[in-house]
T-cell receptor, first 111, second 110 residues
Framework: GQNIDQPTEMTATEGAIVQINCTYQ??????LFWYQQHAGEAPTFLSY????GLEEKGRFSSFLSRSKGYSYLLLKELQMKDSASYLC????????????FGAGTRLAVHP | SQTIHQWPATLVQPVGSPLSLECTVE??????LYWYRQAAGRGLQLLFY??????ISSEVPQNLSASRPQDRQFILSSKKLLLSDSGFYLC?????????FGPGTRLLVL
């Protein structure tokens, strides 16, 4: 079966660093996405990992370990606007880009 | 650049009424298109995907259906809405690198 787990909620302080973990059990894994979703809005793309290792993109970084079925999203220098839900999604190999989403992690950034 | 339009933005419908949600895309041709539903406080659930005109695949059994009458048009329909159909409906396309989402339609079934 397919299972994607991520914490339901996290809190952090403005200016700090937070790591949001995602574990998955799937077959036919192709890659892993992270999306950001502000309340009432559509998800927006943050990162895509295919190979093991860390991908850095400004204040956001994403890590993948295919052998461990594990990924994390690292947010540095947190800002109030980073308060949002962060969705982990696994892409399956096949004729189309099928994504299975986790339930999302709701991050609250406090002053 | 690619743009996804969804209509309407919000909708309140009684139980048992029909539904038609429209998604149109610009700036691309022959895209893979997707319909997702996000219930309150839950993750995105893939409902349908389409790789071309008239080609629809369903991911979950339900009282919803989808159609793709034109290359850049994807429609989600129902003949009789259920309370459980309430949610945030998102249309998405992929450009072989990632999936981009439209602004969504918020549906409330009463």
């Amino acid at each position: 079966g397919q299972n994607i787990d991520q914490p339901t909620e996290m809190t952090a302080t403005e200016g700090a660093i937070v790591q949001i973990n995602c574990t998955y059990q799937t077959s036919g894994f192709n890659g892993l996405f992270w999306y950001q979703q502000h309340a009432g809005e559509a998800p927006t793309f943050l990162s895509y990992n295919v190979l093991d290792g860390l991908e850095e993109k400004g204040r956001f970084s994403s890590f993948l370990s295919r052998s461990k079925g594990y990924s994390y999203l690292l947010l540095k220098e947190l800002q109030m606007k980073d308060s949002a839900s962060y969705l982990c999604a696994v892409e399956f190999s096949g004729g189309y880009n099928k994504l299975i989403f986790g339930a999302g992690t709701r991050l609250a950034v406090h002053p | 650049s690619q743009t996804i339009h969804q209509w309407p933005a919000t909708l309140v419908q009684p139980v048992g009424s029909p539904l038609s949600l429209e998604c149109t895309v610009e700036g691309t041709s022959n895209p893979n298109l997707y319909w997702y539903r996000q219930a309150a406080g839950r993750g995105l659930q893939l409902l349908f995907y389409s790789v071309g005109i008239g080609q629809i695949s369903s991911e979950v059994p339900q009282n919803l259906s989808a159609s793709r009458p034109q290359d850049r048009q994807f429609i989600l329909s129902s003949k009789k809405l259920l309370l459980s159909d309430s949610g945030f409906y998102l249309c998405a396309l992929d450009n072989q690198e990632t999936q981009y989402f439209g602004p969504g339609t918020r549906l409330l079934v009463l």
